[in-house]
């Protein structure tokens, strides 16, 4: 039982982190220009993966998508193909888990339930680095632009995005190692259990042979045989 509850922990974390890292891909947010030592505020800029957008004192924002795939920086194709890739790593993490859950009625044996139990573990921790590591690359990129004095150009900040990514991140390889950990939990509760049986056997049987034997060696009464004279 306390196994299965470690199992529903697990899911909810994970699934949880894997939303969270859904929700950053489209998320408009990943760099927002800096006011820094500016007095007047005219306009905001702001970018994700796939678009850069302006927003002036009005309220009118106008974005215009990265018009060549192959023209982009290389950390923003870096960055696509990780988020992509965290997330159909989560969308098959989460069908592992379904079905290798003890709380299911499918998945087959217990062995192939444990088994996709920890193939959903890795995939969910595989699915948080690749996030992680993906939200850190386009950090790094605005920190070094930021600090960097001889860049004269628009300065960015960190957006929503980024901080949403790094949470889903730590959900999903938390979630993913406790998967793992209550498979060998499983199995360590299964072997001690095995051991007590395969004890509590030789017992009963060292028992049964030490009363055999007793039985064996109990001296037997000699028959008394009459013959049909013995009396007269």
Known sequence: ?????????????????????????????????????????????????????????????NCKDFPSMLALDAYIQVCRGLMIAAVCLGFFGAIFALIGMKCTKIGGSETTKARLTVLSGFHFILSGFCCLTACSIYAHRITTEFFDPLFVAQKFELGAALFIGWAGSVLCILGGLIFCFSLSEGFSMRAEYSYSGAASFVTRRNKHGKTANSLQKEPREPSKQFGRNAYV
Request: aromatic share 12%.
């Open 1 to 61: 039982m306390g196994n299965m509850a470690t199992e529903i922990v697990a899911f909810i974390l994970t699934v949880s982190g894997w939303i969270l890292v859904s929700s950053t891909l489209p998320i408009d947010y990943w760099k927002v220009s800096s006011v820094d030592g500016t007095v007047i505020t005219t306009a905001t800029f702001w970018s994700n993966l796939w678009k850069t957008c302006v927003t002036d004192s009005t309220g009118v924002s």
